[in-house]
């Protein structure tokens, strides 16, 4: 699915040039904007209302671990425009310029913690996570003329927060996730909203983490098709 933004400013300029950046490097043919950033998107997409309180972007990036051939240099591309970049004692790499930071995320297969992943494509490493396949495999493209973003359906975006949400180690990170979640839940298309669900192998321990997510923001959880 694809759409033509109303308002081509809801970033700032910083942001868009970011952005326009990456598109023009063919970053968003695969991988995508996440995090509470894409709210703005969804303001687009359905009409919600939200303000922004976090300076940390964040990408899903598809990971493919036959590919040797390095499509761009985001590295040093991001390096060339004055993001510093960070890295952790794990491997985990992050930019920062001024007042934002960024971080590119990969899904994380099987329940073992691993360090940060290189993706040889973009000469990044990327810091692995749980359920993030279920945000790339369910996208739109929001088309703002100069360039495009791909980004989460805001169905998968609201399955993913409500298993992730219970598993942050702060409150406050939590009730954000939360209440993006309780913003978006009355847009929500019931029919993507059940191919979500239906792509995703779900344990018991996440089927109540779930519920206990949709009781918190009083959304009924017979819609997710939980028994």
Known sequence: MEIKAK???IFPAEVQELLQ????????EDSMLIGSWVMPLYQELLGIKYILRTLDIDFAVKLVRT???RQADIEQIL???GYLPVMSETGIQKFTREIFTIEFITHRRGGRA???VSIK?????ACPLPFVDVLL?????IDFGKYKIRAPLPEAFFVHKLITAQRRPGRGKREKDLEQCAIIADKLDA???KAVIGSMRLSKQTRKTMKTSCETIDFPPHKLWLS
């Open 79 to 81: 390096i060339a425009r």
């Open 7 to 9: 308002n081509n400013d």
């Open 114 to 116: 691993e360090e940060a």
């Open 191 to 193: 029919v993507r909203l």
């Open 137 to 141: 495999g369910f996208s739109f493209i």
């Open 67 to 69: 590919s040797r051939i």
């Open 21 to 28: 950046m990456l598109y023009s490097v063919g970053f968003f």
């Open 121 to 125: 494509k973009w000469n990044l490493t």
